[in-house]
């Protein structure tokens, strides 16, 4: 058992498992051969759990969480898991998804252009129509009325002019905030944010991020955030995963983050952070990549 976990009351409601991938590799298809991105990849997450998936680029981080949320297809990628469960039933992550994939039921997705993920050609209303209008038998004026609502809980101001607009006549805090809203609609199990503040300004992100955690917690929903900035995993999240070229070089509470017992690969990513006292370095730390790979210190 962890040493910071808290025995729960009689009276609290359950936690229940929310994700847990045992095993999972992932490979491209390119020009008929398999160029591996992920390789044997394991984790579990609680209900109350938020997870922060960190890497450099090109680590795999993003690739892992779609294959998670099932929206990788098969022409474009292979993918092999020992076991899967969401919300205790086994699901075959490596089954074959469509030309146009669809989402994971009880998993949604925050990516990170909020600009490009949402409809151009439709209005707010109606790209909340297409999520509740696959969920529930409700009238198009119930689904509208919840829509609004979820406008307004996210912080959008006159939810009933915003619901007719499309993206393009929207800034973009309003259309980040539109993305939360439609991700935690259909009310996930779990939710996944990629880089959900990597186009905002520095005020407009604490705010997102604050709306995001309060907002899974009041759902149960788990949350996973893939991100470059380790200071938002060490504010926002309970538990890391560090990613290098698609292998697990830590799994471990945030809080031990910066512990001194971590892999090679972690420590470095760590004193790449830029310091008030960052000028006096003459270079980033480096690497041997054989030794990350095999966690030599």
């Given amino acids: 058992m962890e040493e910071n976990m808290t025995h729960a009351s009689p009276d609290a409601p359950p936690v229940r498992e929310a994700v847990t991938v045992q ?5 491209y298809v390119s020009d008929d051969r398999y160029n591996a991105v992920v390789n044997d990849v394991s984790f579990s997450l609680q209900q109350s759990d938020r997870l922060a998936i960190v890497g450099e680029s090109g680590s795999g981080k993003t690739t892992l969480a779609m294959a998670v949320a099932g929206l990788l297809p098969s022409r474009i990628a292979k993918i092999d898991c020992s076991a899967a469960s969401i919300a205790g039933k086994n699901v075959d992550m490596s089954a074959s998804a469509a030309v146009i994939p669809t989402r994971r039921q009880g998993v949604s997705m925050i990516f990170q252009d909020a600009m490009t993920s949402l409809d151009p050609v439709a209005s707010i209303g109606h790209q909340f129509r297409t999520v509740l209008g696959s969920l529930t038998s409700q009238s198009r004026s119930q689904i509208r009325k919840e829509a609004v609502q979820w406008l307004d809980k996210v912080g959008i101001h006159e939810p009933e002019r915003v619901i007719k607009l499309h993206s393009y006549e929207m800034s973009g805090g309003m259309r980040q905030r539109v993305m939360i809203a439609l991700a935690l609609c259909s009310k996930p199990l779990l939710l996944i944010a990629d880089e959900p503040t990597s186009a905002l300004d520095a005020s407009v992100s604490r705010r997102v991020m604050d709306l995001i955690l309060e907002l899974t917690a009041e759902l149960g929903t788990a949350l996973i955030i893939i991100t470059h900035d380790i200071d938002l995993a060490r504010e926002y999240t309970n538990k890391s995963l560090v990613l ?15 512990d001194e017992n971590r892999s090679p690969y972690t420590r470095s990513l760590l004193a790449c952070v830029p310091r008030l006292n960052s000028y006096d370095l003459d270079a980033l730390p480096t690497l041997d990549h054989n030794a990350a790979l095999t966690k030599e210190a």
């Fill in 23 to 27: 095993g999972m590799s992932i490979a």
């Fill in 244 to 258: 290098y070229h698609g292998h697990v070089q830590d799994f471990c509470d945030t809080a031990q983050f910066g």
